[in-house]
């Protein structure tokens, strides 16, 4: 035993492991790179090393992703619709003795066979420019043109959410997320002494919620925020007992109001968004349940 040792052996440090994955996809990959990301986040001390190859629709294509994939051997992943590109990569794999899996197989053989519908051979079906893709842009640029408190109360009318709350609450990242959802978000700051959200009171399409954070943890944002400004600490923005009593008169606001209320500390902004996304579906279901 060495001096100064504490008689407790210490247990070996665990490295991290590495592998490559070979992500192939006949559009723009984006579905199956979202898909491995999922997957391996599950894994602990996992890192992918990836190598993606989008819009692979020829013979020739598919044989120089099989070299690459000779060259950095790993898992194989894809979402090739084309039966001879998918049979190219199958046969190639095998003779590499390399696992190859096709992502989206599962969910369309389930689904297929639920709906008794037959299944598209269009080659990146999924990423058309249809209404979808269209609403999500349009989502987009209505949470920028409306992002701070901007639009009057006409315009917030044409939001599916606002989102209401003190500086520094994840108001517009959380928009901008919803947005990429395509839903229409829009955000109010309240700010003592001018807005206290009294002008989304008469709303009727959208549904506003409240977003509320930790005084001790807003602190600490906001001082992050001045710091990488170069400005001054010393103002009731950062004052502990001034931000306490600040969220204290938001989160009443809210229930006197009787608005929904999310509490951000210790949740992401994806997090934020899944709880607002339920919400409105909450809310659809209530207003399609008074229809019928």
């Avoid at 723009?28 to 997957?39: D, F, H, I, P, Q």
Wanted: proline fraction near 4%; include cysteine.
């Amino acid at each position: 035993m060495t001096p100064g040792s504490s008689g407790r052996a210490a247990g070996p440090t665990r490295l991290a492991t590495y592998f490559h994955v070979h992500l192939v996809s006949d559009s723009t990959g984006e579905t199956l790179n979202a898909m491995a990301k999922a997957v391996v986040a599950r894994f602990d001390g996992v890192i992918p090393i990836e190598h993606i190859y989008a819009l692979v629709r020829s013979g020739k294509q598919m044989e120089r992703v099989l070299e690459e994939v000779a060259a950095s051997p790993g898992v194989v992943l894809h979402t090739l619709v084309d039966r001879e590109l998918r049979e190219q990569l199958e046969e190639g794999c095998r003779k590499l003795d390399m696992p190859q899996i096709a992502a989206l197989d599962p969910l369309v053989s389930a689904l297929s066979r639920y709906l008794g519908a037959a299944l598209s051979t269009r080659v990146g079906a999924q990423h058309a420019l249809d209404t979808d893709y269209f609403n999500r842009i349009a989502a987009l640029d209505y949470a920028m043109a409306h992002d701070d408190g901007q639009g009057s109360s006409v315009q917030l009318e044409g939001a599916d959410v606002v989102l209401c709350g003190v500086s520094r609450t994840s108001k517009t990242p959380t928009c901008i997320y919803l947005a990429h959802r395509g839903i229409r978000a829009a955000n109010v700051p309240l700010v003592p002494g001018q807005e206290d959200g009294e002008r989304l009171v008469g709303l009727k399409n959208p549904l506003v919620v409240g977003l509320t954070v930790s005084p001790d943890r807003l602190v600490q944002i906001r001082r992050n925020r001045l710091d990488g400004l170069n400005a001054n600490r010393a103002s009731a923005y950062v004052d502990h007992d001034a931000v306490r009593e600040e969220t204290v008169r938001a989160r009443r606001a809210f229930e006197r109001r009787g608005w929904p209320v999310i509490d951000v500390t210790r949740r992401s902004v994806e997090e934020t968004a899944a709880a607002i996304i339920n919400l409105l579906n909450e809310r659809r279901t209530r207003r399609l349940g008074t229809s019928w």
